[in-house]
């Protein structure tokens, strides 16, 4: 796609999103590879500006940003290109995390006129006496949402490791009761790439896993839902899990939205993976005026 038009989709886009009622869009993004050289290429960032244009709040994961700069210029352009004030979209990053030398952080980005952080909390690598649970302990937080049929909610993130992805989801379901424990909000979204499907987690193993097993907790995604860009593959691997009956009825699972920015944006197949071989997915909190039970 010629950059002219990602222009003109771009401005539409943000028109649209900041035409919203009180209604949020909340997405998760393996963004793969995330870092100076994929800065460098304008009509990558073009696209990956589009997609959290669209988004209220956007998770997004492996960023492998040694040098501490890629991300803050994204910020940069986006507050640029989007912002009709100087600082429409903030963000909340971790540390980089990962084992020996491979590491990628986590990062929220949010509309500050929608939504603000109430508190943030690094999951500790040893917990209940698991060493080293995680590859990239999920880095959560707390927002606060007033203008959603919900008053605030936490997310908690997940970057998997293939191999290890049964035992990771797994231990979400303790991560959840430390943040349960931790603050009063039971209104709670754990999203992101779960690696949940093609192999990784067999069908006999979904018994075994605490977060599927235990009914308080609805998925939104299923096990068909294809969430990745390349042509020969179908693999549900990003996910988003709902806690809370406030939480569940704030969000109707008609909104969710797996967004094919190939097609929106009409690229080939090598253009959209230079972008990402994931693509986003999105939910969208009802807003204020929709009453919840309870």
Known sequence: MKASALVLVRLALASLALGLTGSMKICTFNIQSFGEKKMENREVVEVILDVISRCDIMLVMEIKDASGKAFPQLMTQLNSYYSSRKSEYSYVISSRLGRKSYKEQYAFIYRTSRVSVKEVYQYPDIQLGDLDAFSREPFIVWFSSPK??????????????????????????????????????????????????????????????????????????????????????????DRVVLHGDQMIQAISPTSLEVFNFRQAYGLTELQALAVSDHYPVCITVKDASRKIKG
């Not at 303790?174 to 192999?199: K, T």
């Not at 990784?200 to 235990?214: A, C, E, M, N, T």
Request: proline content about 3%.
């Open 148 to 237: 959603t049929a919900i008053q605030d909610l936490v997310i908690i993130p997940i970057h998997t490791t293939p191999e290890t992805s049964v035992k990771e989801i797994d231990e979400l379901f303790d991560v959840f009761q430390d943040v349960r424990q931790r603050w009063s909000s039971e209104n709670v979204i754990i999203m992101g790439d779960f690696n949940a499907d093609c192999g990784y987690v067999p069908k006999k193993q979904w018994g075994s896993i605490r977060l599927r097993s235990d009914t308080s907790f609805l998925w939104l995604t299923g096990d068909t839902l294809d969430t990745t860009v390349k042509e020969s593959t179908h693999c549900s691997y």
